[in-house]
């Protein structure tokens, strides 16, 4: 490549249609973003001590609050916009900082969409207005120290008393005090509160009330006994606290009643007859969080990717043999081997995302989605949470790595980047157990199968014919079988590059994998059996499995975004970098096609070929590839990415030049 | 396995015995560190501004400043005590504050070393009691922003002036600052400044002066600007600052000689002719700073994985089909697979650690090294300072996610762990250009090559008998030679616990690698060839060999270390420990062992089936084998590790047996 100043050059028209495709449908969301993320206010800051990064981001809400991205998420009834795809892109759009981002999510997304997804008229009426506004800032009070990520085992309690028409809300010891709740340590006013219920002298089973925590001057109410969880890695704008409740009292209508209520004497019912599926609904329902926080994740990705991208254009270090001209970093191929394919995935991680709110949004604002639906959806949203937080994890560490010692410095943003996303793989579900809630959603064949990680409803599944059954019929699928029909047979040789064949070899694996892994579990149902010992020794697989779903799933909806991309520049640049995203996915875990014979070893090693070839190819457009994503330099804000390396370098080759 | 409570048992003999050989040939200053490092003003903290911080670890330097430490790394003629391995092992021992660690390593082993090694006795007389005893805080101000990993470029000038006999030290500009340099914001008095000399109108390379930058009241002295590099990621109690000089003079005495002079007009002597050479053996003196990092990694990831495996063996979460009872986390194969190999590197790391120390000790006080074991010595530095700040990156990022919301939390050190090891990749040599150099000189068959990255001096390499003349003699040699011979031939199936097969898988991936690699270099010497581009293409491949010639170092010291520990249990166990990391390492390349069919697809399923069981096999002594590490509960400091998570869960299954 000719060594011209990238860094000088100009936004070309391919930029701007990648950008349109990548804006998609939720393009005024993002507009709007880039409208009012403006300003002293909401410019990147680091270094704060913990309380006044607090203020500065409550104050943040609050200049939100006037605008319409509150509203996104809620009914036009109470003065929303019923735009819930909208709420999850305004949510990715805040990186400017992350406490922001996970504040915002935490009032109108966790807080506000428990209201709206679990209470009833009385409950909407009330407080949806005052939840937008943030005259109500609230909390979600879910998670305890003894239970994270078994939801189901909460230990708080919500006891019924007909007498004074009361629920009795109480934490019976250390272990169900709740734990890492945003907005409890400060701010927050109310808080949908996860308990055990009991009425009638029986337990109901796991639902959500609300109880006010802090009265209207700030102190708490009585029984109400709050702590901070004190510094954290990052987020530290977010004002986590844990709450205990002593025998604190809270009316009977504050039970959040959609899918389960208490009458004045304390009968219960519920349109749910099935205390599981009851359970594992209302979870459901909350869905919206957890592609929040994939989205979230991607974003952060990006903005990293952007910063190394750019410093790595303009960068020097090591003369080149010859010319002794030194060579931008960028141009090396360990470098661009960091920094490729991972841009290569976040696009892949893109599309996927957008498609996923698509269904989020069409599912809440249309037909709702029926239980196959649902369950699918749930599905997804699982496994692009846990694959997307991951992601960022990574990349971010690896941007880090490739700007050096300037990569440590707050001002060039990426530790923040890193600290602040760092528990987006554990918040809104442990990656780990979202990768087998995914792999068990395969493998239960979208029965009406409910439990949490128990294996026994996996083991009764029958293997066989997995792919007419498991594998969703989607937009992108009759395109993908196009391609896949026209593609060379297993095995054999043929062109790497064949989008048919690449499609194949990821579908087959997920198949062979899942295979597997039924007939391994399947042994869990024998008498005699530790279900528990063979779901544990198979393990390992679970995880495979999941994660080889997901890959197939980038990868459609990538392929689905190049096929609706009408731009031919855009769409044949896209092309390459959905290679780059599949082959270098394929490199990734070419063991396992080694070992189930998929590639020979000669292939295998030309996938690696194939995957240096295309950063070679991609390298000039990088910078046009992280342009696109749309995200303004004032949030990006490291100087290194802005010009100040750029200014250095030419400096030092001017007076470099003089000298020789 | 039967559910014991772990977190009561009581430490075994084997726990001792293991301990003993960890701490090996440099117990008594790790005992002495286990003395020394108490009370509050060694105990963790988080959350300090940096003003506080800085503040805080100027105390403990002080401190410190009062015992042996500072001794180990000076001679005896100047009151040290010529125990440089003991500094190592004394600056890796400093896990209580990663910034002390730090900070110890800029005062004693930077400045003070390179005053000590670059010096002459003028420059120790006049010095080194100052140094060892912080009335004279300095710097070693080495990188500029415009060059870190090509230091030969350096553009800091100091120019003779035979008129006054001074060197006047100069910053060109922006790009020449110097940045990053621990102990300029705040105290350093003194720098070690590397800079182009020039005398007599000739340029004569990177040498190093002692220029003062603040006088006896901490203000900068005249020319010498200093700004502060702000807030950083972590490691914020070290005052990293930039140094600008203006003209700045010194006297003619000011250059640390050791390696070239300057007489009174001019005229210029070295004891090594070539400026090439006399450079890299300059470098070559100060290899002790990237040895030390590698074990300040090293201890750093025992320590996260200490808590990990703590919490991991108190914390409870899901029930078990069947019994209900909620199962340890540890307990799970995923857990077990994320902790146990990494703790199982962690063991080969300090073995090999242990080893490379000691032949820096002993090239030091004792026979000095040839050029041809300094040339290994420096080699093994870089691969162990890339692969173990690399692992200590992973594990601790593994770490923070297996304790969930818990390890995001400041108390439970894991933050400060990952922010402040996260430099650790770059400083003392940035990992990516470390393992090139361990590539360079494998290939370069320790010949009189020198040169930074030019590929030149690598291709006229003649491939062929590697094993022979580039794997070095060491005594651990002796040990897998007889295992290696009575192995079982390449390819063929039996025995995966086979230490000889293993062995010499490890040795047939390295002869392969770098033999492809040569070949593919030789190229570059060819007519009309562009010499960068044939290196650029294959820079995956010397990464590969860097990586590979690593892990047969690691699992050569790991044997040796098993060979002479004398206690029968301790080595059974750690003999496991050893199987575990060797085949972790081959399952995690096995798609180059099936790519250069070294393994048959079935071996390699196996190698994967044999992993999971060393870890169900390893798992009950996970606690004792990070107890082994030695490292003081005080220093851990996290609740989480010491008891807080064991004390809650035995609340909560009392509460719980008494509802049931």
Known sequence: MTDIDVADKVEGADVAALRELLDGRWAHVRRQAREMLRGE??????????????????????????????????????????????????????????????????????????????GTERHHAAHLRDVMSVELPGCFAMTETGHGSDVQRLRTTAV??????????????????????????????????????????????????LVPIRDGRGRPTPGVHIEDCGHKAGLNGVDNGRLRFDGVRVPRTALLNRYGDVAADGSYSSPIDSPNR???????????????????????????????????????????????????????????????????????????????????HDGWTGEPLDEHGQRELESRAAGLKAVSTWHATDVIQTCREACGGAGYLSENRLPQLKADTDVFTTFEGDNTVLLQLVAKSLLTNYRDEFGSLDTLGMARFVAGQFFETVIERTAARSIIERLVDAAPGRGEGGDLYDRGWQCKLLEDREEHVLEGLARRLRRAGADGVDAFEVFNNAQDHVLRAGRAHVDRVLLEAFVAAVDRCSDPGARALLDQVCDLYVLSTIEADRAWFLEHERLTPARAKAVTSAVNALCRRLRPHARDLVDAFGLDDAWLAAPIALGAEATRQQTQRAAMAETD
């Not at 081997?337 to 698509?358: D, G, I, N, T």
């Open 41 to 118: 206010l909401f410019a990147p800051v680091h270094g704060l001590d913990v309380e006044a990064h607090r203020a500065r981001v409550a104050e943040q809400l609050r200049a939100i609050a006037g605008t319409e991205v509150p509203g996104y998420g809620f009914s036009s009834e109470y003065g929303g916009s019923d735009d819930v795809g909208g709420s999850v892109v305004a949510f990715e759009m805040l990186v400017c900082d992350l406490s922001l981002m996970v504040k915002v999510g935490v009032q109108w997304g966790l807080f506000g969409g428990a209201v709206q997804a679990l």
């Open 278 to 360: 009851r359970f594992f609904t209302m979870l459901g329902t909350l869905v919206r969080g957890r592609i929040s926080v994939a989205g979230g994740a991607g974003t952060a990705a990006k903005a990293a990717l952007a910063i190394a991208v750019r410093y790595g254009e303009a960068r020097r270090q090591f003369g080149r043999p010859g010319t002794g001209e030194e060579v931008r970093i960028m141009d090396y191929l360990a470098h661009q081997r960091r920094l490729l394919p991972a841009l290569a995935k976040s696009y892949a991680l893109h599309f996927a995302q957008e498609e996923l709110v698509s269904r989020l």
């Open 160 to 209: 019924y008393d007909p007498g004074t028409e009361e629920f009795v809300v109480h934490t019976p010891d250390d272990a169900a005090r709740k734990d890492y709740i945003g907005n409890a340590a400060r701010d927050g006013r109310m808080a949908v509160v996860f308990a055990q219920l009991f009425s009638g002298g029986q337990g109901r089973g796991v639902h959500a009330l």
